[in-house]
């Protein structure tokens, strides 16, 4: 298949050889796809995950003696956790909310549980190469510094693929299997899902901002090994970009049992 010069993309069995790999080393801004490693450090972390916290719209910003920050709500596409606002809410609850509807408080306040430093020790964890979360979600002093959340196909398909395959590395299996099951109820399903047949289970997460969509995940055939997907574009209108990895998802369904033609550069 034709790929854009812009796009990153790997595909490969859990632990397999690639059956397609293009620009899967490729930089790009993150959007929401960072969480799926902040999910990751909340899960590895020890933290009580039923022990309700204060939900605040005041985060810590990335700069050492920085302002603090606050997210606006008119970016956010999770209600929920906005009207707990002066409440409480679990970890758990809030990592749910963070993948199932992309939840930008939601992050915010579980990255404030876990911290920078473990999130980086996930992405260590998992032998991902270029992969960055640098910051919260509307950090705007930090991204003005410098700081920011970066990912490549490559890293986000290694970070799924510790998930899905208990990788001691990472996680327990206890915590694997809850990070896959949080996953699985990703509510968003018009990129990756859409290329799959309706039903198949995957384990995914999208992104979007502004000139940037993703979509990665680990999809589970009923006839063929499960194997992780990464699609990561930039500088792609959103419609051409959701149809593009759309496109590369059902590439990679049809090709699920042996290795696509011309999968290096395809």
Not at 101 to 127: F, I, K, Y
Not at 226 to 247: M, S
Request: aromatic share 6%; with cysteine.
């Amino acid at each position: 298949m034709t790929l854009p010069g812009t796009a990153g993309v790997y595909v490969a069995p859990l632990g397999g050889a690639p059956i397609l790999a293009h620009n899967e080393h490729r930089v790009f801004y993150a959007a929401s796809t960072m969480k799926v490693a902040v999910l990751a450090a909340l899960y590895r972390s020890g933290i009580d995950l039923d022990a309700p916290v204060p939900v605040r719209n005041d985060h810590a910003c990335a700069v050492p003696g920085a302002a603090r920050f606050s997210n606006a709500r008119d970016e956010d596409q999770d209600d929920d956790v906005w009207e707990r606002l002066g409440g409480a809410a679990t970890p758990r609850w809030l990592a749910t909310h963070m993948i199932v509807r992309s939840g930008n408080l939601a992050t915010n306040l579980v990255l404030g549980l876990v911290g920078l430093d473990p999130v980086a020790e996930v992405w260590r964890a998992v032998g991902a190469r270029h992969s960055v979360t640098g910051r919260g979600i509307e950090d705007a002093a930090a991204r003005a510094a410098g700081i920011d959340n970066l990912v490549t196909a490559y890293d986000l398909c290694a970070l799924f693929t510790a998930i899905a395959t208990d990788d001691s590395a990472l996680a327990s299996p206890t915590a694997c299997a809850a990070m896959l099951e949080v996953l699985c109820a990703q509510e968003f399903g018009e990129a990756l899902a859409a290329g799959l047949p309706a039903g198949t289970r995957v384990a995914h997460k999208d992104g979007w901002v502004n000139g940037i969509r993703h979509g990665a995940g680990v999809v589970f055939p009923p006839d063929a090994l499960p194997y992780a997907i990464a699609v990561c574009t930039g500088d792609l209108p959103d419609g051409e970009a959701t149809a593009l990895i759309t496109r590369v998802s059902a590439h990679a369904w049809a090709a699920r049992g042996g290795r696509a033609e011309g999968a290096r550069g395809a």
